[in-house]
């Protein structure tokens, strides 16, 4: 069998991906160029147990209890409070649409302006002792009353995985001096050292669900950025381990996503979670699009059984999502990345016919990876 790289690499020719995708790109980051960073020490909650540099963030689906206001919260699945505090995570998800925005335009232009307006957000959120952000999640996805950060909360860095992308691709731009891309580097290898032994980071790798496979996700971009083959090596393992004999059923569903209020857009979730551990860890002798169980599980099943439901959603056999349902779905990385790592010209075909960007704030919170330049040959 010819390796899925191979093919990757051979049919990006025949989509030119950049090409499809550079008015978007260009249109965006022009309006990109001249936006001023805005990173964690910009707004506070004085519900927050951190200091200025600490990123927080409250469980989306908690809410006052009628029958004790005061008291702590009560969860209602599938439903977000709105008064909770987004700030942080609002910054966060800026970043994750500029940067890699400005990056994707350096790429295909060469232009410096691009380089140079990303480089003064990396410095911010990771370099300038007054505004950088801690390297942790201490804080994250608190809930009142009951505890100041769970490990839930690590899936709010997800936005920082196609930062890193971004990073990558900014090598060699005017972005950042040699000793600046160094020490941002350096701030990843401190979050990775805390998202591989902090004890709720490591809760959060033990989930069943989609913060697993988003976990392992962070690990795989954030090791690669930094040049970590170990742990590189320790992901791709776990994604055949443990990701898909614990996610993935006979037909291809993720039963822990079907079981939410939320089926059709968590479902989607957690395969873009999947395809971006794939795209990021395939090797020529491991190629994670093509592994299967020998019960023939693998993503090649997972996102066959999502196809038809993007193609036509009406057919989707599930209950409608409480919220956002209209939403869904986008532009699916995972569409692009396994067309062309299993030679499916359709899937890609989809793709191309499918919303590329959003201006709400659950669609951009869960739709992670929008800028394929930065990730195809």
């Known amino acids: ?15 030119d991906v950049a090409a499809f995708e550079r008015p978007r790109v260009l249109a965006a980051a022009a309006r990109f160029l001249d936006e001023d960073p805005r990173t964690v020490t910009a707004a506070q909650s004085s519900r927050s147990a951190g200091g200025p540099h600490d990123f927080f963030s409250e469980g989306d689906y908690w809410w006052p209890d009628p029958k004790n ?3 702590p919260y009560v969860q209602r699945d599938g439903m977000t409070n709105p008064d909770n505090f987004v700030e942080h995570r609002r910054a966060l998800m800026r970043l994750s649409v ?13 232009d410096a302006r691009y380089a140079a307006a990303a480089g003064r957000h990396l410095r911010a959120w990771f370099l300038d002792p007054g505004t950088r952000m801690a390297p942790h999640l201490r804080y994250a996805q608190a809930i009142h009353g009951i505890t100041t950060g769970r490990p839930q909360g690590v899936i709010d860095t997800l936005h920082l995985v196609e930062v890193a992308r971004a990073i990558e691709a900014l090598d060699g731009s005017p972005a950042l001096s040699a000793a600046e891309g160094e020490g941002v580097r350096g701030w990843f290898r401190e979050y990775l050292a805390w998202l591989t032994t902090d004890e709720n980071a490591l809760k959060e790798r033990d989930a069943k669900n989609n913060h697993a496979t988003c976990w392992l996700l962070q690990v795989a971009a954030f090791a690669r950025l930094v040049g970590d083959q170990e742990r590189m090596a320790w992901a791709r393992e776990r994604f055949k381990t443990v990701i ?3 996610q993935v059923a006979a037909d291809g569903s993720f039963p822990e996503e079907l079981r939410r209020t939320k089926p059709y857009g968590y479902s989607l979730f957690n395969l873009e979670a999947m395809a971006g551990v794939a795209q990021t860890l395939s090797t ?4 994670l699009w093509t592994f299967a169980l020998p019960d023939g599980r693998g993503l090649r099943r997972a996102l066959a059984y999502m196809v038809p439901y993007i193609r036509d959603k009406k057919t989707w056999p599930k209950p409608a999502d409480v919220m956002y349902d209209a939403e869904w779905p986008m532009r699916q990385a995972s569409l692009l990345f396994g067309g062309l790592a299993l030679g499916r010209p359709d899937y890609v075909a989809l793709w191309k016919t499918l919303r590329a960007d959003s ?11 929008r800028q394929p330049v930065l990730w195809v040959p």
């Open 1 to 15: 069998m010819v390796p899925a790289l191979l093919v990757l690499a051979a049919a990006a020719s025949s989509v």
């Open 69 to 71: 206001p005061e008291g």
């Open 98 to 110: 500029q940067v890699p925005t400005l990056a994707a335009a350096w790429r295909l232009t060469g």
């Open 244 to 246: 898909v004999p614990g």
């Open 284 to 287: 020529r002798d491991d190629d």
């Open 359 to 369: 201006t709400v704030e659950e669609v951009v919170r869960n739709y992670v990876i």
